[in-house]
């Protein structure tokens, strides 16, 4: 696959260290769950204009062991700012082995046991796309998916296989990616087993060198790099990174060597074009293995030295160049419009050299980037929550495409019409901070969430997982980014944060205002309303803004505390332990239920969920729009005292999260925090139910960012597909479709705050669940004041059937919709269900034997799919019920193909059944994702939450999985084909382009 581009993270903004107290819960209905997140949508849409290699890969998380996710030491002591060398270099942290073989092959080693019995291995490469000679485009990517499929060791589809019985999953566990410079391959593995630990050293060093690259292989894989270029580039947004990229890296190589490549080369490359790339770069000097688990060190570099000391140095091989991104003196402008494109966004790009961060006085000068970055970024958040704000939302950031080069932008979501007004607005706010920089209170805030989002991970430094490593590691190796350790790092936070000065800050405006080497970047939708600005109407906003007069910045904060009077404490009428799964039950005088289990998983994390029956259920047809957003505009709208900029700045410095939501059949709250900030958490949930705000600015923003999603949502494919579904299985059904744009401008505040009233005016049949870190009594103390003091009437009630059932039969039905080559198609079984324990596991498993069994078929065999999707679903409310969706992209001339072979598949497993084979993959994948799983707060949260809301379960039963995976047999798999893909009840779904025939309907 094709690597997402992100954020050189030595210079990635720190995450904000309290979580959005308003985000969007997972029990909002899943049509307005899409809404809403589309509405989160714009530092995605950045990432577009600057993604030049984005991809369907799976961005990478944010490493969760320290803010610049970079640099790691342990052991230094902490001194004064001034005891410190500016010019010392930033040591390799003690806990990592590093070294280097007589071939040049580095490699990277650290025992860590998080999780227990798993270990991390990466295949650096230092080679990627720009390498590539003419005939090769595309190959280096090319060449990653050929290296699973046939090594010296293991023949075609036999490393997948042995990756899979070991418990791993193809993609989650074991995966690759190629980018512009590098292409890395990566491997989790169980270290239970020596075995299987050898076996996968013998995958690393076949990689390395021993690739057969089989001309047969070659030829099947051909469709299935299309399909990924189809998947990837075949929509509007590969059409408009195709109109941006000239701009963006003007005058460069990389600009002719994306990584997907040309697909004239992918189609008819031949297999000697492989092996020369192969040859010439995949060698020692070019390449990292990196070692982050649970196994013994000594042992590991055992291992490396045994694999790879035996792999030639070539004795001629050419130097690995180096390519730049060069400069321009004048602005270069990309206005881009595409008829499905639904945004409209403008963004100033400042390309400059890659930064060096190799000395403490390089670190400091990253930390007063993130500040400067933050600071404005909190500014143009409190802009975006006005009802007259000029952009819907707007940040700044700094990224990477390629390693000589960093890309420093400003952008903005705007409405329709509104891209010269926001990007004016977007450089007042630089130009503000250029003439009169920064309050002290700013900087004072910012200095705290810095400080305490390094605490947290220092804090957290014995709980990282071994993934986090890795990725720091190879980012070591191929980009030289330190790994002085979190120690050493929150050492240089604390000396350094409160010597770091306005001026300094300010100064740095003045970077996003020059011309030289400045990209301006347009792209909206294309209507015949709708011109787009010329290159001198953008021009001329830089002009405007650098004649006008600006205001400085007044920062209003409230010193009002978040609750004037802790409520007195309620009485515990209940306790009770389960010591066998570490719970505690707790019930409080009003009637609240407590849920408590504390953990060691992660040393400053506590999460939790809330629950009550009802939800929009019993709210009428005429108000279930009001019920539905509530939430979103009382958060939106602060707490209590506070509105939601004040709430912001009163919460600088902590880490906490409350949600509250109302979801169609229950209401309740989700969040977390860390240990330290729990009172704040439990003043929130206090708050939220006792003095919500319902304010008409949020809800004029609300309605403007909703409005203008919805505006030119009808032009994308994706829509016309999902409103097809809707309307096939619920008839249009309010509840379930996407609201219209005059729904949401009649929308009623007042309905709004009453529905939201009315659900959390009786708590006394709430459950509360906490997770995490915590003392139970103190926790218990916080409930027993800040939950026991909430109202509670005893009013009995419970969630009511409000949508139409899912029809019976067979629906098919073709969507014409599209400018690409490319075709959607869903299948989706659904049908009544024994909702239990056993048959969701029999479900689940027929789900994953599927996905083995297309996945070798549609892609591996025919090659016509990137990847298909097989999602179970169960429900026992209102009615007990199952789904099964299948779901692919693929070449319209062959969607009656792959259709016609899912179904020979789905007759198999109903006929002969599944191999013992593919039943022994997927319980060991279940049984080795479980290991992980349980250590981890999020999966108790989930299983108490899910135990607690129904009891008519037992929860004993999370002890006894083990047990269940044990007992499936093929012929259960076998049983449940029958049962659940069930050819007389089911949804075909195709979206095809415009111009495309219509495929038969089986």
């Known amino acids: 696959m094709i690597r997402a581009v992100r954020e050189r993270r030595s210079f990635r903004p720190a995450a904000q260290t309290h979580p959005p107290v308003g985000r969007t819960p997972c029990s909002v209905p899943s049509t307005h769950r899409a809404v809403m997140h589309r509405l989160r949508l714009f530092p995605l849409l950045l990432a577009l204009?600057?993604?030049?290699?984005?991809?369907?890969?799976?961005?990478?998380?944010?490493?969760?062991?320290?803010?610049?996710?970079?640099?790691?030491?342990?052991?230094?002591?902490p001194a004064d700012a001034a005891s410190l060398d500016l010019d010392a270099p930033l040591l390799v942290d003690a806990a990592v082995r590093v070294g280097r073989l007589e071939n040049g092959l580095t490699y990277y080693i650290r025992h860590n046991a998080e999780p227990d019995n798993r270990a991390e291995l990466r295949l650096a490469v230092n080679a990627g796309s720009v390498l590539e000679d003419d005939d090769q485009r595309g190959l280096a990517h090319f060449l990653e998916h050929m290296l699973f499929n046939g090594t010296r060791r293991f023949e075609k589809q036999e490393l997948v296989n042995f990756l899979e019985r070991t418990g791993m999953r193809f993609g989650p566990d074991v995966n690759a990616y190629t980018s512009f410079d590098?292409?890395?391959?990566?491997?989790?593995?169980?270290?239970?087993?020596?075995?299987?630990?050898?076996?996968?050293?013998?995958?690393?060093?076949?990689?390395?060198?021993?690739?057969?690259?089989?001309?047969?292989?070659?030829?099947?894989?051909?469709?299935?790099?299309?399909?990924?270029?189809?998947?990837?580039?075949?929509?509007?947004?590969?059409?408009?990174?195709?109109?941006?990229?000239?701009?963006?890296?003007?005058?460069?190589?990389?600009?002719?060597?994306?990584?997907?490549?040309?697909?004239?080369?992918?189609?008819?490359?031949?297999?000697?074009?492989?092996?020369?790339?192969?040859?010439?770069?995949?060698?020692?000097?070019?390449?990292?293995?990196?070692?982050?688990?649970?196994?013994?060190?000594?042992?590991?570099?055992a291992l490396i030295r045994t694999h790879f000391s035996t792999l030639p140095a070539p004795a001629e091989a050419p130097a690995r160049p180096h390519f730049d991104v060069p400069g321009h003196e004048k602005t270069l402008y990309a206005i881009v419009t595409d008829p499905e494109y639904p945004y409209s966004t403008v963004q100033v790009v400042y390309k400059?050299?890659?930064?060096?961060?190799?000395?403490?006085?390089?670190?400091?000068?990253?930390?007063?980037?993130?500040?400067?970055?933050?600071?404005?970024?909190?500014?143009?958040a409190e802009i975006a929550r006005r009802p007259d704000a000029p952009f819907l939302g707007a940040a700044v950031s700094r990224g990477a495409i390629a390693r000589p080069a960093a890309f420093y932008s400003i952008g903005a979501q705007v409405q329709d019409g509104g891209i010269l007004t926001g990007l004016e607005a977007l450089l007042t706010e630089v130009e503000r901070v250029r003439r009169h920089g920064f309050t002290a209170t700013e900087l004072a805030r910012q200095q705290q969430e810095i400080v305490r989002a390094y605490q947290r991970a220092y804090n957290e430094r014995n709980t990282t997982n071994s993934a986090a490593y890795a990725r720091e590691y190879v980012a070591h190796y191929l980009e030289r980014e330190p790994i002085p350790g979190i120690a050493y790092e929150f050492d240089l936070v604390r000396r350094y944060a409160s010597t770091i000065t306005l001026d300094e800050l300010n100064a740095r405006a003045a970077d996003l205002l020059a011309e030289r080497n400045r990209v301006v970047t347009v792209v909206m939708p294309e209507k015949p309303d709708l011109p787009p600005p010329s290159e001198a109407d953008l021009a001329g906003v830089f002009q405007t803004v650098d004649a006008r007069a600006i205001?400085?910045?007044?920062?209003?904060?409230?010193?009002?505390?978040?609750?004037?009077?802790?409520?007195?404490?309620?009485?515990?009428v209940e306790r009770r332990e389960i010591p066998e799964v570490g719970v505690t039950e707790v019930r409080l005088a009003n009637g609240i239920r407590l849920v408590l289990k504390p953990t060691d998983f992660k040393e400053d994390e506590v999460r939790f969920t809330a629950f009550s029956p009802g939800g929009s259920s019993l709210v009428g047809d005429e108000a279930y729009l009001e019920a539905d957003f509530a939430p979103t505009i009382i958060t939106q709208s602060g707490v209590g005292p506070f509105d939601r900029t004040q709430l912001e700045k009163h919460l600088a410095g902590k880490v906490v999260s409350v949600?509250?939501?109302?979801?169609?059949?229950?209401?309740?709250?989700?969040?977390?925090?860390s240990p330290e900030d729990l009172e704040t958490l439990f003043q929130l949930i206090y708050l939220y139910v006792t003095q919500p705000r319902a304010d008409s600015s949020a809800l004029a923003v609300f309605q403007q960012q909703i409005g203008a999603y919805l505006a030119n949502r009808s032009a994308t494919p994706s829509a016309a597909l999902e409103d097809t579904l809707n309307a096939a299985l619920y008839g249009n059904h309010l509840r379930r479709r996407v609201p219209t744009l005059s729904e949401i401008q009649a929308f009623d505040l007042r309905e709004a705050e009453a529905v939201y009233r009315d659900r959390f005016a009786d708590l006394s049949d709430f459950t509360f669940v906490f997770v995490g870190a915590f003392d139970v009594d103190r926790l218990i103390q916080l409930a027993q004041s800040y939950l026991g003091s909430l109202p509670a009437s005893?009013?009995?009630?419970?969630?009511?059937?409000?949508?139409?059932?899912?029809?019976?039969?067979?629906?098919?039905?073709?969507?014409?919709?599209?400018?690409?080559?490319?075709s959607q198609v869903l299948l989706y079984f659904h049908g009544p269900f024994v909702y239990d324990r056993l048959h969701r596991h029999r479900l689940r498993s027929l789900a994953e034997v599927l996905n083995i069994r297309l996945r070798e078929e549609l892609r591996e065999e025919r090659g016509g799919v990137y990847g298909v999707s097989v999602r179970p679903s169960t429900s026992d409310r209102p009615d007990s019920t199952y789904s099964l969706t299948i779901s692919f992209t693929t070449d319209p001339d062959r969607v009656d193909e792959l259709v016609q072979a899912v179904f020979e598949q789905i007759?198999?497993?109903?006929?002969?059944?599944?191999?013992?084979?593919?039943?022994?993959?997927?319980?060991?994948?279940?049984?080795?994702?479980?290991?992980?799983?349980?250590?981890?707060?999020?999966?108790?949260?989930?299983?108490?939450?899910?135990?607690?809301?129904?009891?008519?379960?037992d929860l004993l039963d999370v002890l006894r999985y083990e047990e269940l995976i044990a007992s499936l047999t093929p012929e259960d798999v076998r049983q449940a084909a029958r049962t659940y893909l069930d050819t007389t009840r089911y949804v075909r779904a195709v979206l095809l382009p415009d111009a495309a025939p219509a495929s038969t309907e089986n």
């Open 794 to 822: 005893g009013r009995q009630e419970t969630w009511r059937d409000v949508v139409p059932d899912l029809p019976d039969g067979v629906i098919q039905k073709t969507v014409r919709k599209g400018l690409a080559d490319r």
């Open 551 to 572: 205001d400085p910045y007044e920062d209003a904060v409230s010193d009002q505390p978040l609750v004037a009077e802790v409520p007195p404490p309620a009485p515990v």
């Open 182 to 301: 590098e292409t890395v391959y990566m491997l989790t593995i169980p270290t239970d087993s020596t075995d299987i630990v050898e076996k996968a050293f013998d995958v690393l060093e076949d990689w390395a060198a021993y690739a057969t690259l089989d001309p047969e292989e070659i030829e099947k894989e051909r469709g299935v790099i299309i399909e990924e270029w189809r998947l990837r580039d075949q929509n509007a947004s590969g059409r408009i990174r195709e109109k941006t990229l000239p701009a963006l890296l003007h005058g460069s190589r990389y600009r002719e060597r994306l990584p997907i490549g040309d697909t004239t080369v992918i189609r008819h490359a031949p297999p000697a074009a492989f092996q020369r790339f192969y040859r010439t770069w995949y060698r020692p000097d070019l390449m990292a293995v990196v070692v982050v688990g649970d196994l013994d060190v000594d042992h590991a570099e």
């Open 352 to 380: 400059q050299p890659a930064d060096t961060l190799a000395t403490v006085r390089d670190y400091r000068r990253m930390l007063v980037g993130q500040f400067f970055n933050d600071m404005l970024n909190n500014r143009l």
């Open 659 to 673: 949600a509250p939501y109302i979801g169609e059949l229950e209401e309740g709250f989700n969040g977390g925090g």
């Open 49 to 77: 204009l600057i993604g030049a290699c984005a991809s369907a890969e799976r961005t990478h998380p944010t490493t969760s062991t320290s803010p610049s996710a970079a640099l790691r030491t342990e052991s230094v002591p």
């Open 907 to 953: 007759d198999r497993l109903k006929t002969e059944g599944p191999t013992p084979d593919d039943v022994a993959k997927v319980k060991e994948q279940q049984r080795r994702e479980r290991e992980t799983q349980r250590e981890t707060n999020g999966f108790w949260l989930s299983v108490l939450d899910f135990y607690y809301s129904h009891e008519n379960e």
